[in-house]
């Protein structure tokens, strides 16, 4: 095995300053460099742990918001279904409001004419309240344009029929 | 601790990553599974015996295996040569390697979308580099890619994509178990190169094997999903095998071949060149490129070469497991917005500057490399598990210790970042 220490360097190269003269053995490696780096490692380190550990955080309660959601919806119509899908972005990424789409009538997932329904709120009892809603066709995606029969508040000016 | 019961302990660790890899593919192989792609059934053999794999098992399968994989390697460091064999790390690593195999595709569907390229080329006679896998919606492959990369071209190098081409005629199956060989023969590649460099500087090569060939992300991520960056840290390694030989020529050339498979490797060159100073390198590398470029060219034109293209579409995803989004959040922002994009990449570009630096000041360049390849994979928008193995065969052959702990520190931030399923299960 060889290394850059076998080699030896154009006198051109000489002439440069010193921390650019190019170098030929780990050996000569400067203590104050290895210090530095190794500071701000720790530095980078702390803190991609700290957001780490923040975003687990942060998803555990969106996932206890999506808890009290799924159980809402199930609450609200009857109906015991797992597959149901959940938009966290129509209101807003940040808004904490969530739009919960299911069948209203056992078959998969979209298959059915689906209830979606706008839940926000403190958690309470595990629930959260639902401020509005509307219906879609069956396998359709929830796009303003197949909404229909919109009820409450929250779906104001969201169904196009 | 007296060595037979040094032995004692590293076989518990042993049987503990068993059970936890057995959990994991004989779960997997039931199907069902959010954590298993929609797969033609390649492992229903094995179904019989888990249930539907969830992520509460699957956490804690993973959590168990990492808590044994650091036990093993704290173990190696101060029992080796006369605590764990050579043989009992081979078996252990074989083993290991062996029963991912058999099981199920996990975790990813990228291998369909390796295969969707492959069959377009070769069935369909559409090029690979300018369409996704979209073009072929009637062939029996195109369920099982990723609704995300439907509309995607591929941004893998030539080189693979003309491996990929023999297993297109084999039908979806032969062709699934066809990426599954590629993936394991490379992994295989791997371990034993990464053996030989450690041999070849003087460092513990029954460590290198553990710590890379039992590596929970290695394993269960890498393997598991039959990436092909396995392939690509096999080029990888036979360039650093190759500059300890002295063969700069073939190193560079080296390179140049996993540049063509995945580009990331790349950043291995500039700092072979600096550290080296030898003119071999850079022919080496001139003359892999200019014959790749010509054998891309003729197979898929302008694109097949374009590979700066497809790596910047790639550099402007977003994913919620990247430390860019992890930061964002953690300052109160939603996600990632275009200036963040643009500190990052000036990020990057310092480190490597300095890494340059500190390689034309006598740094071991296999080191500098793992570096850059670490901050490539910390500083990306867009990373994903198999992301952080590319620093780690790099890690285990240099004399730096900081590289492996910063490696293994950035995977374990990883793997806790996928375990809120385990405080709060949405169901």
Redesign the interface.
């Given at each position: 095995m060889s290394d850059a220490s076998e080699h030896v360097d154009p006198p051109s190269l000489r002439g440069l300053p010193r921390w650019l003269r190019p170098g030929s053995a780990e050996a000569g490696e400067p203590r104050r460099t290895r210090l530095i780096e190794t500071t701000l490692l720790v530095l980078a380190g702390l803190l991609l742990a700290l957001a780490t550990v923040n975003d687990v955080a942060r998803q555990t309660h969106v996932n206890q918001r999506l808890i009290a959601d799924l159980r809402t919806w199930r609450t609200y119509t009857g109906h015991d279904y797992h597959n149901l899908s959940i938009d966290q972005a129509l209101l807003g990424e940040t808004s904490r409001r969530e739009v919960i789409c299911g069948n209203t009538s056992p078959g998969p997932p979209k298959a059915r004419t689906q209830i979606c329904l706008v839940i926000y709120g403190p958690i309470v009892d595990g629930h959260r309240a639902v401020h509005g809603g509307w219906y879609l066709p069956a396998e359709v995606e929830d796009e303003r344009a197949y909404r229909y029969a919109c009820f409450g508040p929250a779906s104001l000016g969201r169904c196009a029929r | 601790m007296p060595p037979a019961r040094r032995r004692g302990l590293a076989t518990v660790l042993a049987l503990l990553l068993i059970a936890a890899t057995a959990e994991i593919v004989l779960d997997g192989a039931v199907g069902h599974s959010a954590l298993i792609p929609k797969s033609p059934d390649i492992a229903g053999w094995l179904a019989g015996i888990g249930e539907r794999l969830g992520y509460r098992v699957f956490l804690i399968a993973i959590l168990v295996f990492t808590a044994a994989y650091a036990g093993l390697i704290l173990l190696c460091g101060r029992t080796s040569p006369d605590g764990i064999s050579k043989r009992w790390a081979i078996v252990l690593v074989g083993v290991l390697q062996a029963m991912v195999f058999a099981g199920p595709i996990l975790l990813s569907t990228d291998v369909f979308s390796y295969i969707a390229y492959a069959r377009m080329g070769v069935e369909h006679g559409i090029n690979p580099y300018l369409h996704g896998p979209v073009a072929i919606a009637n062939d029996p492959v195109y369920r099982y890619v990723g609704h995300d990369w439907r509309h995607v071209p591929t941004a893998y190098g030539p080189l693979y994509t003309l491996l990929s081409y023999p297993l297109a005629p084999l039908g979806l199956k032969g062709a699934l178990w066809g990426m599954k060989l590629e993936a394991l023969l490379a992994s295989v590649a791997t371990l034993a190169l990464t053996w030989r460099c450690a041999c070849?500087?003087g460092l513990d090569a029954v460590r290198a094997l553990i710590v890379v060939g039992a590596n929970p992300l290695y394993l269960i991520y890498g393997l598991g999903g039959a990436h092909n960056d396995l392939i690509m840290l096999a080029l990888m390694m036979a360039a650093v095998g190759f500059t300890?030989?002295?063969r700069d020529a073939a190193a560079g050339a080296a390179v140049v071949a996993g540049t063509l498979v995945k580009a990331t490797v790349a950043v291995l060159l500039p700092f072979m060149i600096l550290?080296?100073?030898r003119l071999a390198t850079i022919a080496g590398a001139v003359g892999a490129i200019a014959l790749a470029a010509l054998i891309g060219y003729a197979a898929f034109g302008i694109h097949g070469i374009d590979l700066v293209a497809a790596l910047n579409r790639d550099a402007a995803f977003v994913s919620t497991d990247s430390?860019a989004?992890?930061?964002a959040?953690?300052f109160g922002k939603?996600?990632v917005f275009p200036v963040d994009h643009d500190l990052l990449k000036v990020a990057l570009v310092l480190i490597v500057l300095h890494l340059l630096w500190?390689t034309?000041?006598?740094?071991?360049w296999v080191a500098a490399s793992g570096w850059t390849l670490l901050a490539v994979s910390?500083t990306s928008t867009w990373l994903l598990a198999w992301y952080t193995l590319w620093p780690l065969p790099l890690a285990v052959v240099t004399?730096d210790r900081?590289l492996l702990a910063?490696t293994l520190?950035?995977q374990a931030?990883f793997i806790?970042?996928q375990?809120?399923?385990l405080?709060?299960?949405?169901?």
């Open positions: - | 070849a500087r300890f030989a002295d550290s080296r100073r430390f989004t992890e930061i959040h953690l939603p996600g500190r034309w000041r006598g740094y071991d910390v004399r900081r910063a520190f950035i931030l806790i970042h375990t809120s399923p405080f709060a299960p949405v169901q």
